[in-house]
């Protein structure tokens, strides 16, 4: 089972910030199965990026996704109020796995 | 339009099953695999298995090979996923989700999600 450990586990900034969201797996993961998902609380989680860095449909541009082999980023170019929330890396490649999650909180 | 519609919560006791449907419209369902993921209160998101209904074929994450089945009604568009020996551990939501498959693997990132199934061990 690939590992994904997600950092910080919490980050707290302003709205019209950035925010760098880190994912590490435990052995490299195939580029085209990792994805980023969004989730607020009591919904089901959102597809924000797939294969690492594409967008998934309706997704605003804000939101990047960059990495290869066991280092993936997760970037909020400017936070809107609507971004706060809890994010989740995952990997489909090799069964399936997700990461921790980060919370990104209003500062 | 892809819709996952998941059956609605379950109380239960603890040593009992519980058997959550997921029933898909709006797409082929053979191309796709069915997964399913858990949610304790205030954790993370936690895969627990999937099918690729076209194959047939299960496949569980090890914490839960021995107490889960993951199966599908091709006639339905219906996944299900039933938990046995439930514990109070076990409370949770559960969701399934959709996935793009090929030649039995799954090549897509799960897109789309059902509302999600809590179920109460008490």
């Not at chain 1, 950092?7 to 590490?24: D, K, Q």
């Not at chain 1, 580029?31 to 980023?36: E, F, G, I, M």
């Not at chain 2, 889960?68 to 559960?94: G, P, Q, W």
Request: proline share 5%.
């Amino acid at each position: 089972e690939i590992v994904l450990t997600q950092s910080p586990g919490t980050l707290s900034l302003s709205p019209g910030e950035r925010a760098t969201l880190s994912c590490r797996a435990g052995q490299s993961v195939t580029t085209t199965s990792l994805a980023w998902y969004q989730q607020k609380p009591g919904q089901a989680p959102r597809l924000l990026i797939f294969g690492a860095s594409s967008r998934a449909t309706g997704i605003p541009d804000r939101f990047s996704g960059s990495g290869s082999g066991t280092d993936f980023t997760l970037t909020i170019s400017r936070l809107e109020p609507e971004d706060f929330a809890v994010y989740y890396c995952q990997q489909y490649g090799n069964s399936v796995t997700f990461g921790g999650g980060t919370k990104v909180e209003i500062k | 339009q892809v819709q996952l519609v998941q059956s609605g919560a379950e109380v239960k006791k603890p040593g009992s099953s519980v058997k959550v449907s997921c029933k898909a419209s709006g797409g082929t369902f053979s191309n796709y695999a069915f997964i399913w993921v858990r949610q304790a209160p205030g954790q993370g998101l936690e895969w627990m298995g999937g099918i690729i209904p076209i194959f047939g074929t299960p496949n569980y994450a090890q914490k839960f090979h021995d107490r889960v089945t993951i199966n599908a009604d091709k006639s339905t568009s219906t996944a299900y996923m039933e938990l046995s020996s439930l514990r109070s551990d076990d409370t949770a939501v559960y969701y399934c989700a959709r996935a793009l498959a090929f030649s039995g693997v799954i090549v897509g990132a799960p897109d789309y999600w059902g509302q999600g199934t809590l179920v109460t061990v008490s």
